[in-house]
Antibody
Framework: EVQLVETGGGLVQPGKSLKLTCATS????????MHWVRQSPDKRLEWIAR??????????DYVESVKGRFTISRDDSKSSVYLQMNSLKEEDTATYYC??????WGQGVMVTVSS | DVVMTQTPVSLSLAIGQPASISCKSS???????????LNWILQRPGQSPKRLIY???KLYSEVPDRFSGSGSETEFTLKISRVEAEDLGVYYC?????????FGGGTKLELK
């Protein structure tokens, strides 16, 4: 059974940092390109980051709105992908999902940025 | 960025009726590889999105064959031959051809 489990969300003040973890199982993680997608309170979905596999030098891409503030990374030995979020803004408030290139989605984790 | 426009915004149908959802993109989704990276996902109430269709018309293995996808270039359609109760929720189209990947605004399928 494929599983993607996100953790690390919560309430954080503007300007602070948070790190999300997505632990996976049930598929060949090492060759999968992994993504983070977020869903705002009004239910709009936004792709925010991607990391490719080792054969593609773990190349990363980001949507403009998070570039320079968020960092996606992975640990193939743990079948996990991470999202380091710095300088958080209120507009980053959303449910964050990790997804795998085969169409799998995690259950999501909520991040609320508020003073 | 590629804008994905879905219509209708909501759909109210009885069990057993057919459903059709349109998704239009602001640019052609035909990639240089010759593939069209247009996906459909379903988000049931209170759940995370689930995969349905990839590359316009290919169903994932667990998806019932009452679902079908079609289209090309900038116009795409998701059809359900006969709606069942488990099909209720919000359907999103999603393009992966152009950077950044972008989603449609969603179509909510409700029971009449």
């Amino acid at each position: 059974e494929v599983q993607l489990v996100e953790t690390g969300g919560g309430l954080v003040q503007p300007g602070k940092s948070l790190k999300l973890t997505c632990a996976t199982s049930g598929f060949t993680f090492s060759t999968a390109w992994m993504h983070w997608v977020r869903q705002s309170p009004d239910k709009r979905l936004e792709w925010i980051a991607r990391i490719k596999d080792k054969s593609n030098n773990y190349a990363t891409d980001y949507v403009e709105s998070v570039k320079g503030r968020f960092t996606i990374s992975r640990d193939d030995s743990k079948s996990s992908v991470y999202l380091q979020m710095n300088s958080l803004k209120e507009e980053d408030t959303a449910t964050y999902y990790c997804t795998a290139q085969y169409g799998y989605w995690g259950q999501g984790v909520m991040v609320t940025v508020s003073s | 960025d590629v804008v994905m426009t879905q219509t209708p915004v909501s759909l109210s149908l009885a069990i057993g009726q057919p459903a059709s959802i349109s998704c239009k993109s602001s640019q052609s989704l035909l990639g240089t590889s010759g593939k069209t990276f247009l996906n459909w996902i379903l988000q049931r109430p209170g759940q995370s999105p689930k995969r349905l269709i990839y590359q316009v018309s290919k169903l994932y293995s667990e998806v019932p064959d009452r679902f079908s996808g079609s289209g090309s270039e900038t116009e795409f359609t998701l059809k359900i031959s006969r709606v069942e109760a488990e099909d209720l929720g919000v359907y999103y189209c999603w393009q992966g051809t152009h950077f950044p990947q972008t989603f449609g605004g969603g179509t909510k399928l409700e029971l009449k």
